[in-house]
Structures are given as structure tokens and as C-alpha cells.
């Protein structure tokens, strides 16, 4: 039996949802995935628009290289912007999923509509954007908030619970959906529960992601190098993106 290395990126700085989310990918993981968790030392402690993305991108990127040098079989970007995605993969020579777009593809594999519980209202056009992006527009019924910022998702978890299991009932009722999307790295873990207490599939993207990730390992499919995602081309980086050049 072949072992598997997963590295499991949260592109913020907040260490305790590092580990959230690595509970959360070890127990979707199979006995035979090891499941590498890292975060950036430096950056922002949580990501909520266009510009925390943008400061997230390069821990992001140095993650993947120094993942890259471990040779890690596969990587997660485990936000649900799955900020830097496309040039992860130029970097990566292993395959490399974000969270958003390996939930929702789990989603339209159980339902034919599904919905997004998020954070703030904010994010929800960021949200209409990677589903334009992937192709699941048509696949979604509605975007809904709990109205807390990520990071209450650890300081005050039981309110943020109890508001996303409220949303997601009221997606169910009122928008028709047959299946929940968690819309927030720091929603892993809780998704079992959501979908017992629900009575509908409810997928947190880690999950997701670790297997969609495992069985691109498994079957020896990597991104391929043939086209826009054809590693970067050579040229001097300097200052802190030094690091960053693959030759």
C-alpha cells in the first residue's frame, strides 16, 4: 500500500484554525494519507476581500514551494477563495485543489442545486465569482451569511455554529437547494452534525479537497504542464520572491 502526503495550506496566520482544519482533513483522510499542516508566518490573520487575498497569495505560494521541496504528493489551499490557485499550480509539480472549488464539485455530484452558507456579506460576491469561474452558477440556488467575520468562528464558535445551522435550514426552506456548501475554511469539522441535524448533504471544502486531492495521487494524475499552468518562465526574482523560482 502506498503512504500519501497531503500538505494542507490555511493561507492565513491564525494558527488555531490551522489546526481546526487539520483535525477536520485528518479525520476525511484514508489510513494510508499523512496530512502536513502549515500556514504563512507572515500576512493576514484572516481573509475576508479582494486585498486579504491578495497579501495572502505569496505565503501561499511559498508554502507550495517549500511543499514542493518536502515532495508532498499533493497541496490544498485551504481558504475558500482559493487565493493564488492558478499559480499554485504553475509552481506545483503535485496536483493542487482549493477548498471552494472541491466543494462544490462534491455538491453537484448529490445534489442538483446546492447553497453557500458563508462569513460576511462581502464575501458573497466573491463567492458568485469563483462560481461563474468553475462553472456552477447554474448549480447554485442562493449565497447566505452568518454575518460574523472568520475569525469568530474560533472566538466565538458556538454562536457561529448555531447561526450557520440557522442559514442552512432556511437555504433548505426557502431556496430549494438539496445540498449545503460550508462557505469557510473555518467551518471544517462541523459538517457531520449539519448534515444529520439538517437531513441534507452539508460538505465543508477541506473534506472535500483531501479527497478529491488523495484520489489525483492515487490515480498518478498531476496538473498538467502543457498550457497556461506550464511552470513559470525563467527569470530573476528578487527581495522576498527569490525564494519563489522553481529552476
Not at 463567492?127 to 440556488?141: E, T, V
Request: charged share 20%.
Amino acid at each position: 500500500m502506498s503512504d500519501y502526503c497531503i500538505q494542507l495550506i490555511n493561507p492565513n496566520t491564525c494558527q488555531a484554525m490551522t489546526e481546526k482544519m487539520a483535525r477536520a482533513a485528518r479525520e476525511a483522510a484514508p489510513a494510508d494519507t499523512r496530512i502536513l499542516a502549515v500556514n504563512p508566518q507572515e500576512g493576514v490573520p484572516s481573509i475576508e476581500g479582494h486585498f486579504d487575498e491578495a497579501v495572502a497569495v505569496t505565503g501561499v505560494l511559498q508554502q507550495i514551494a517549500a511543499g514542493r521541496q518536502q515532495g508532498v504528493d499533493g497541496h490544498i489551499i485551504a481558504c475558500f477563495g482559493d487565493p493564488g490557485l492558478r499559480a499554485a499550480r504553475e509552481l506545483a509539480t503535485a496536483p493542487v485543489v482549493g477548498i471552494a472549488e472541491a466543494a462544490m464539485h462534491m455538491a453537484t455530484l448529490v445534489a442538483t442545486k446546492f447553497s453557500i452558507v458563508t462569513t460576511l456579506p462581502r464575501t458573497v460576491i466573491i463567492a458568485r465569482h469563483l462560481l461563474q469561474q468553475y462553472g456552477f452558477s447554474d448549480h447554485c440556488a442562493s449565497v447566505r451569511t452568518i454575518e460574523l467575520p472568520v475569525l469568530a468562528l474560533e472566538e466565538q464558535e458556538a454562536v457561529a455554529r448555531e447561526e450557520t445551522r440557522r442559514q442552512c435550514l432556511e437555504a433548505i426552506k426557502h431556496d430549494h437547494c438539496g445540498a449545503i456548501v460550508l462557505g469557510c475554511g473555518g467551518m471544517a469539522g462541523i459538517a457531520r452534525e449539519l448534515t444529520r441535524e439538517t437531513g441534507v448533504p452539508v460538505i465543508d471544502g477541506v473534506s472535500a479537497a483531501v479527497r478529491l486531492v488523495g484520489s489525483l495521487a492515487a490515480l498518478g494524475l498531476t496538473t498538467s504542464k502543457h498550457g497556461d499552468l506550464a511552470y513559470p518562465l525563467k527569470k530573476p526574482l528578487t527581495g522576498m520572491f527569490a525564494g519563489l523560482n522553481p529552476f
